[in-house]
């Protein structure tokens, strides 16, 4: 389970945001997982909440926007969403000629605080 490393690290970077603003508190924050990221959405909110307790962040919202992969078909020669991350196959023509074009981390999007 790397999700609670992640959120050990993200939390490192949201305190010493939050101090150098003099913030009392961060009340919500935006993470942006990539399509390849390999990180469980529910495993991560589990492992936020835990993270979060007895600091500025702790009751902080989490907002999770998951990416999607984008690939180039050079079969049909179009841009086409990846529908399936595993699966490496274009949803227009079933061609396996593509060129992915997708994030494999998460990072801070946004951070709210008081």
């Avoid at 939390?11 to 924050?29: L, S």
Wanted: charged share 20%; hydrophobic share 40%; net charge negative.
């Amino acid at each position: 389970m790397h999700e609670i490393t992640l959120c050990h690290h993200a939390m490192d970077i949201m305190q010493q945001h939050a101090q150098q603003h003099r913030a009392r508190r961060i009340t919500a924050v935006w993470f942006e997982l990539g399509a390849f990221s390999c990180v469980e959405a529910d495993s991560l909110r589990f492992c936020f909440d835990m993270v979060c307790r007895g600091t500025l962040a702790e009751g902080c919202q989490l907002h999770l926007i998951e990416q999607q992969a984008q690939c180039w078909c050079h079969d049909c020669q179009a841009d086409v969403p990846l529908l399936t991350p595993r699966v490496l196959v274009c949803p227009r023509c079933n061609g396996r000629n593509l060129r992915v074009q997708a994030d494999d981390g998460l990072q801070i999007k946004r951070l709210e605080i008081e």
